[in-house]
């Protein structure tokens, strides 16, 4: 008679024990496939246990391939074929796994962070601040959308995106000025996966792709990915510099111009009006995309609020693109595109046959949320906290940073950006400087195809509150004297 | 003054009222960047409103980027920048959204359906029933999650996957014989973005591909976007041709080879120890990289269990792939990939690059719902009726479909496989017939390369009941005589 022993106290229940016993068993070819297990009644009586403890571990070591048993017969345990082959020990198979000309080969290492104390202060985070979350609303969203429909888990998602959440995508961009059906909206895991969708739509072999420069470092990554050659266009006082953009167009034909409008990432600038008119003017007249990365447009925080290129865009050569990482969600993983439809069904394909579509629990989760007119005050409440810190970031950095520093006065977003005067290659000493003095800040060369010739540092005050921007500045001063 | 309609009955709000008419009067110019409103108290006074109504909207109104106000200075409206040249209507950009050589430029066009009266039966479908998804487990789960950790929702997620999730699909493999690290799993935007990140590792330029013939069609199509040379092997009654397989390999050098051990898709064939080994044998041999889709291993009704080709896989050739979709949760796109540590971290700097990583919400839920022991009681009662369910299918092919009609008999999954003696190209005439009488099935040339010499079909119980199952049977018999 099968016995298994039985611990009565203790945290493990008593079905568990029974269910890791018997795996035991069979997995050590104690007991053979095949061999009968007692009845149910009878195991419960002689280990002086429920009847129903014991149903329930039968149960599970069915559902787990242990046992089977057919109506009318003994319970017994089921074949599980092991090879008589497995070797002990693992050898190199000889694979390579870094397979030459692959995406993935042209990939680049990423590069170590220097070492910080344990109180390093953190200016490199550039997400929204997990403390400013609305959780609350997250879990009742999440709790009615499950009540509501059951298809959002267990179904396979539309590969646009849900209807519900497509149609207040919608109504967010009019906000902002811009009209969208609909069918112009795609709905993505994120901006990362949203630009992935864009390089697969529109870059052909050996494609050509202006970013402004500096620009955001996943991006030069993702494009090195697609093996795209990138031209840099520096960024002036007022946004990409249009009179170089011209030039590059009509030399390299590219296949798309890349830009952040609204405090870019990482300069934290924002293009007037008559700049994103201009820059528009000349892609249109090329016939050159332009994909618009709107990740801050929730976050103008005062001064006028310039709308989106794509609210002028009307004859469609603008790609846009949202996301809910930097107002709230990162963990979301949910972004879109806003797209003429004819490109919108393009990307809809590529979207359905490299990930079939994005997380439909996360989406409704996300329709629910960003429906709902708490959505506004959370906002507003976010702004306050950020606006403060920005505030305090740039009278600190004026009263505690060296003649010769210059940085960037942003009205909205995370990032302020540090221009020192140094040697060129002197980035790297600096970098190293600042975060042994224990602040965390992202090196210019990130944001840069090629060193530049004064070492630049990207500060963010996403994660940072204002007593800790203050020391933060304190500290940075003395590291740049 | 400045006077708002207000309807004091009826769904919307006042506040809400309060913030539309305004939005309108900026809109509309109406009322002019920098004019002042009233405040807050003065506007309730004349609209005899509560003065929290007004605060709430002005609130609103901020966030939206219409109002402004200054702490002791009047709340204004807010420059917003709209531009001179907003043309009225679309002219058509001349911009080309299809660029020749461009990954999405390789997708073929989806092929329409052929029409079905509206009583149709869906033998098509093949993802987990809706109707068997624990539902009420998955609220259970987010609540718990998003109660003990905020940051699931409101931080990035590790790219190779949550760490708990990860935890909990060492110890699910390891039911299934697979001794896996966490550092070993990385954790994808389900099967489909899984196999994306596998190609854009091991395809280098003008890749060859060995795939089973037929297979499953989604593969075929991913392997189109990443423009792979693709080599059918024919799937005999044990599974792959291995000589075919022999040959193939010794001429082509091929990147991979992808196989689907368990309940095959769409034939429903599962190998025998004996072929894994053997199958193993030849790839290691070769040094050829296996992709083991193990979408099926959880859906194993009857019969001795094989396990994973990945449970002898001592030397490190096999790339295993494990999803949720099968098994209850499409909606959550989550799915696994079992890699050599070496693999595994190339994999996860794709993944972090293309997409950053996978829903954070979705994979805390799916820990707490995989590592529950609610769990193998959800696998358990979803076993009885899939099993019901493909068997009442294998009784009513048998009593309805004409002789000479060969089908599959799978012990798992959802699928069976029907030949029909045909013509070469009577698969479309046979097919629409099908849908026509009632029968929504899916064709074979859908998982072929090229087409074959008799049609086939793939029929799948996952969405219909065993009721529907038998009057499905009924008009595929009347379909086919």
């Known amino acids: 008679m099968l016995l298994v022993p039985i611990a009565r106290e203790g945290p493990v229940p008593i079905y568990r024990q029974i269910v890791e016993r018997i795996v035991e068993l069979v997995d050590q070819a104690t007991l053979a496939p095949g061999a009968r297990l007692p009845p149910t009644r009878e195991f419960a009586r002689v280990h002086a246990v429920h009847r129903a403890t014991v149903v329930r571990a039968y149960r599970d070591l069915r559902a787990l391939g242990y046992l089977e048993?057919?109506?009318?017969?003994?319970?017994?345990?089921r074949g599980r074929l092991r090879p008589a082959g497995v070797r002990a020990g693992t050898v190199a198979s000889g694979v390579r796994w870094?397979?030459?000309g692959s995406a993935a080969a042209r990939l680049a290492a990423d590069e170590a962070v220097p070492p910080a104390p344990g109180d390093a202060i953190d200016f490199a985070s550039h997400a929204a601040d997990p403390t400013l979350a609305p959780r609350r609303e997250v879990w009742r969203a999440a709790r009615r959308v499950l009540a509501a429909d059951r298809s959002v888990v267990a179904s396979y998602p539309d590969p646009r995106g849900l209807p519900e959440l497509r149609a207040v995508i919608a109504r967010r961009?009019?906000?902002h000025g811009v009209a969208a059906d609909p069918d112009e909206i795609v709905v993505t895991n994120g901006t990362q996966q949203a630009l992935d969708l864009i390089f697969r739509m529109l870059l052909g072999p050996?494609?050509?792709?202006?970013?402004?420069?500096?620009?955001?470092?996943?991006?030069?990554a993702l494009l090195r990915l697609h093996g795209a050659r990138v031209h840099p266009v520096p960024m002036a006082a007022d946004g990409l510099d249009l009179d170089r953009l011209r030039d590059v167009i009509a030399r390299k034909r590219p296949a798309l111009v890349y830009t952040m409008p609204n405090f870019h990432n990482p300069t934290g600038l924002t293009t007037s009006q008559a700049h994103r008119e201009a820059l528009l003017a000349i892609c249109e007249a090329r016939r050159v995309p332009i994909v618009e990365d709107g990740f801050d447009e929730e976050l103008k925080y005062s001064g006028p609020a310039v709308l989106p290129i794509k609210s002028i865009d009307a004859r469609g050569v603008v790609l846009y693109l949202g996301t809910l990482s930097k107002v709230a969600f990162p963990g979301l993983r949910l972004g879109w595109i806003v797209a003429p439809a004819e490109a919108a069904a393009r990307l809809t394909a590529v979207?359905?046959?490299?990930?079939?579509?994005a997380s439909g629990l996360g989406q409704a989760v996300a329709a629910e949320v960003l429906g709902s007119s708490r959505f506004e005050a959370h906002l507003r409440a976010a702004h306050r906290?950020?606006?403060?810190?920005?505030?305090?970031?740039?009278?600190?950095?004026?009263?505690?940073?060296?003649a010769g520093v210059r940085f960037t006065r942003p009205e909205g977003g995370y990032t302020v950006?540090?221009?020192?005067?140094?040697?060129?290659?002197?980035?790297?000493?600096l970098f190293e400087r600042i975060w042994r003095a224990g602040v965390k800040v992202v090196a210019g060369r990130t944001f840069h195809v090629r060193p530049t010739r004064v070492p630049h540092f990207r500060l963010s005050i996403a994660w940072v509150d204002e007593e800790r921007i203050r020391e933060g500045c304190r500290r940075l001063g003395r590291a740049l004297r």
């Open 69 to 77: 048993s057919r109506p009318g017969a003994y319970t017994t345990v």
């Open 98 to 100: 870094s397979v030459p």
């Open 173 to 175: 961009m009019a906000v």
């Open 206 to 220: 050996r494609p050509d792709v202006v970013v402004e420069s500096p620009t955001y470092g996943m991006v030069l």
């Open 351 to 357: 979207q359905r046959v490299s990930a079939l579509g």
């Open 385 to 402: 906290v950020y606006r403060h810190r920005l505030q305090t970031l740039v009278a600190g950095l004026e009263e505690h940073l060296p």
């Open 417 to 429: 950006w540090l221009s020192v005067p140094g040697r060129p290659g002197e980035e790297r000493v």
